[in-house]
């Protein structure tokens, strides 16, 4: 997934990817110690949204540290601009979730406050890194498949994240119509904790590979099961 002659990027990477593999568990642990983990998807939950946006952009901040992108965008005349422009795509991208997640057979005439949180989550955790990442601009253009990207990038790594959450809250949906009778099976939880469990699985999965990657150095067995991780590679 990474090339190992690039220690900077790698790093940025891994650590990166540590810092999600303890916060985000940690956040869960804690509401579930509380006994507020059956109120995540509802306005009094929105900390948790909070503490995530906060984590996110330190993390947006350390990738972007002497990077090109950020010093080109940093060079922007209308930096304002940028900024409300991402928080109009933002806004967009939340309202397609919305949408889509009603199309997908949430309830169209009642939880719209948890639709609208899961929306809010998903967003926070796919198209916002990214855009921290790129800017608007190149961010529209990966997620369209305009523009294409190397398989070892931090971009790689994002558009990555994004898929599994996705795929995760997608995933947390079967669960909903089971007749378990259970209070974690109520419209939007197994989406919402299914979205983070992707988002954390492919972090996982980045610091598994980066390390097995650096392992295989000393015991070239490791290649195989290194392999065997790349072709499971989501992004392409």
């Known amino acids: 997934m990474f090339s190992l002659n690039n220690h900077l990027e790698l790093r940025r990477v891994t650590i990166s990817s540590l810092v999600t593999c303890i916060y985000l568990p940690s956040i869960v642990t804690v509401i579930s110690y509380k006994g507020l983990l059956y109120s995540v998807g509802n306005a009094s939950s929105l900390y948790v949204l909070v503490l995530i946006f906060t984590a996110e952009l330190i993390k947006s901040f350390y990738l972007n540290s002497n990077n090109d992108l950020q010093v080109k965008k940093?060079?922007?005349?209308?930096?304002?601009?940028?900024?409300?422009?991402?928080?109009?795509?933002?806004?967009?991208?939340?309202?397609?979730f919305f949408v889509g997640i009603i199309l997908f057979g949430a309830p169209v005439l009642e939880y719209h406050e948890e639709t609208l949180i899961l929306s809010s989550l998903l967003t926070l955790l796919t198209v916002f890194p990214l855009i921290a990442h790129t800017g608007v601009e190149l961010a529209v253009q990966l997620l369209f498949g305009v523009k294409t990207f190397p398989r070892d990038t931090i971009i790689a790594m994002l558009v990555n994240n994004a898929l599994l959450t996705?795929?995760?809250?997608?995933?947390?949906?079967?669960?909903?119509?089971?007749?378990?009778?259970?209070?974690?099976?109520q419209w939007p939880i197994p989406c919402y904790l299914g979205a983070i469990g992707g988002y954390l699985l492919s972090n996982v999965l980045t610091v598994t590979k980066v390390t097995l990657m650096s392992a295989a150095n000393k015991h070239p067995f490791l290649s195989i099961f290194v392999n065997m991780m790349n072709r499971l590679h989501i992004s392409k």
């Not at 060079?75 to 309202?95: E, H, P, T």
């Not at 996705?166 to 099976?185: M, S």
């Open 166 to 185: 996705v795929c995760g809250a997608w995933l947390g949906a079967v669960v909903i119509p089971l007749d378990w009778n259970t209070p974690w099976q």
């Open 74 to 96: 940093k060079a922007s005349k209308n930096r304002v601009g940028d900024i409300v422009k991402s928080i109009v795509f933002l806004l967009g991208v939340k309202f397609c």
